[in-house]
């Protein structure tokens, strides 16, 4: 079977402590150098800052009784900090969890139970989510902290663990070394994605698996000039391309990003003309605002020269129409999953195919297999995507059986996702076999919505699926439903959306609508024939 390669050449990836890796500062910033500024407040935070308070962060954690190996979530909305509290756990040899900040006090418990973290970091308009989720898992309230400076109803501010400012750098605690196994087993963060099936899991990213993405995707770079330019961090933080761009690859390469908290096209445009962006990583519906919206002519945009498009299909005539319209730019796309630490393949700048993913990073291995038969898939034929190489994830947190469904005993990682590749080694994806909905980027997962809709005394068998919203690109979620007969009771779509909505973050909302019918298709094992519920549509 054909095993591709990607054509540039494989990196050398140190077995480190992210942090170390992170605060290595190759390209030799000043302390003074402002890593991250907010879009709205103008509030900075230098390199320097960054260093000093993830350490002093990392010792008040360790008084807090937080050791190596302990899990520390952050909730909360893009913030110019957001990625202190992180490092200052990685640090220590801790785990960071990152949770959406749209999540119900529900779903935040079942990322809290599922992770075991002990320590929670929030936004104070989250706290009474935080602590109604803390709550349901009896995780104490002296546990929660909040961003920002202030006490708010008795919660403190994690810098309020803070030893004082002139502590002696002997005094912080020491970064804890990993070296070769240790920086490849130990794991830094887990990340939520339902992957191919199911509801959601908790991915188990370790030090090396992070740094090697970054490497990567630096290999990915080369001849473009990412020093003092700005970048525009749109992505949600808590998602692993936020993580992974505007983080990892951000203060390693000494990049000034500004932070938008909360995405809107205004708020968008303007700190792109104010800030005189370069960068911006996005995906496909900002891209389409930017294309389509007339509201983007009222502002000054030249000085984007870079545009990506990830995390979500980006058709060749949306790439197309935003190069026409800015033709100054350059444009790529790039395809990550969360149990790929970030991406496996990506475009170059110079040289866009449109429509294509682009070519693979280095230092993997891709394998395209054809699901039915199990036979790869030579150039220009379908297959799944399968993966080997040092971004794939350790493995799904307490949970054998779906790391083993996923992973299989020679490495390669199943994405779900089915491509072709071209001579010339672009890939495009062009179908998906797995459940997996992506509204604008964002994971839904149906077995999450399907196992909320049987909950429902009036559903008596349910089946969520997506459909296409090409005014706004991207898919939205839809449910098939087979009412429970009940006298006198009725039940329409709007109940069923209006239900769903209070129990769900707002992304998994169905949107796509709902369609009553008669029975379910399904598998003689009772699986959901999903192809089959799609030719329904
Ligand atoms: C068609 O989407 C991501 C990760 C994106 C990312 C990460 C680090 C982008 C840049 C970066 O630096 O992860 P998940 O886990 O949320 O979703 C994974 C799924 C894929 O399996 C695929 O179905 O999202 C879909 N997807 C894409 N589909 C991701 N990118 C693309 C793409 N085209 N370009």
């Known amino acids: 079977m054909t095993i591709y390669k990607s054509p540039i050449p494989d990196q050398v990836i140190p077995q480190i402590n992210v942090y170390s890796f992170v605060a290595s500062n190759p390209n030799n910033i000043k302390d003074s150098y402002p890593i991250f500024i ?107 902290f909040l961003y920002g400076n202030k006490e708010v109803d008795g919660f403190k501010p994690y810098s309020a663990t803070f030893p004082p400012e002139n502590t002696v750098e002997d005094l912080l605690a020491p970064v804890a070394e990993l070296k070769g196994k240790d920086a490849t087993e130990t794991i830094a963060l887990i990340c939520y994605s339902s992957g191919t099936t199911g509801k959601s899991k908790g ?36 998602h692993i391309y936020g993580i992974q761009f505007h983080i990892i690859h951000g203060i390693y390469n000494g990049s000034k990003t500004v932070v938008l908290q909360k995405y809107s096209p205004v708020d968008f445009l303007k700190a792109i003309q104010e800030y005189k962006i370069a960068f911006l990583n996005l995906v496909p519906p900002q891209i389409l605002m930017l294309v389509k919206a007339p509201i983007v002519d009222q502002y000054d945009l030249s000085s984007v020269r870079f545009v990506m498009s990830a995390a979500a299909p980006c058709s060749r005539e949306l790439s197309m129409g935003l190069l026409k319209k800015f033709p100054r730019i350059q444009f790529r796309q790039a395809y990550g999953m969360t149990e790929l630490s970030g991406v496996s393949h990506m475009g170059l700048y110079h040289k866009v195919i449109h429509g294509s993913i682009g070519y693979m990073v280095p230092n993997q291995e891709v394998r395209l297999v054809d699901p039915e038969t199990g036979k790869g898939a030579g150039v220009g034929e379908c297959g799944e995507v399968w993966v080997r190489g040092p971004n794939v994830m350790k493995g799904y947190r307490n949970n054998v059986k779906g790391t083993k469904e996923t992973i299989d005993s020679e490495g390669w990682l199943r994405t779900g996702d089915i491509a072709i590749v071209d001579k010339d080694e672009n890939f495009y994806i062009v179908d998906r076999l797995k459940e997996l909905i992506k509204y604008k980027g964002f994971q839904v997962a149906p077995a999450e919505l399907e196992a909320l809709l049987l909950d429902h005394p009036l559903v008596l068998d349910a089946a969520v699926t997506s459909v296409e919203d090409k005014e706004q690109a991207t898919e939205v979620p839809l449910a098939f439903v087979v009412k429970a007969p009940r006298e006198g009771q009725a039940l329409t779509e709007k109940d069923i959306q209006d239900y769903v909505a209070s129990k769900v973050a707002g992304h998994k909302k169905l949107r796509g609508g709902v369609r009553f019918i008669e029975a379910i298709p399904k598998s003689v094992s009772g699986k959901i024939l999903r192809r089959e519920l799609r030719l329904l549509l």
């Open 38 to 144: 907010d879009a709205l407040t103008g509030r900075v935070v230098t390199f320097g800052e960054w260093k000093r308070d993830t350490r002093r962060w990392a010792t008040g954690l360790q008084s807090l009784g937080f050791k190596r190996g302990d899990v520390l979530a952050l909730f909360s909305f893009n913030q110019v900090d957001y990625s202190i509290p992180m490092f200052g756990s990685l640090l220590l040899g801790g785990i960071a969890t990152t949770v959406n900040p749209g999540y119900t006090a529900n779903e935040l418990a079942y990322h809290l139970e599922d992770s075991g973290a002990s320590i929670i970091v929030t936004h104070p308009e989250l706290l009474p989510v935080a602590i109604e989720g803390a709550k349901k898992v009896g995780l104490p309230l002296s546990k929660i």
């Open 203 to 238: 991915v188990e990213l370790t030090h090396f698996n992070l740094i090697s993405n970054i490497m990567l995707i630096i290999a990915m770079e080369r001849g473009i000039d990412i020093q003092g330019v700005a970048f525009l961090d749109v992505v949600p933080m808590y």
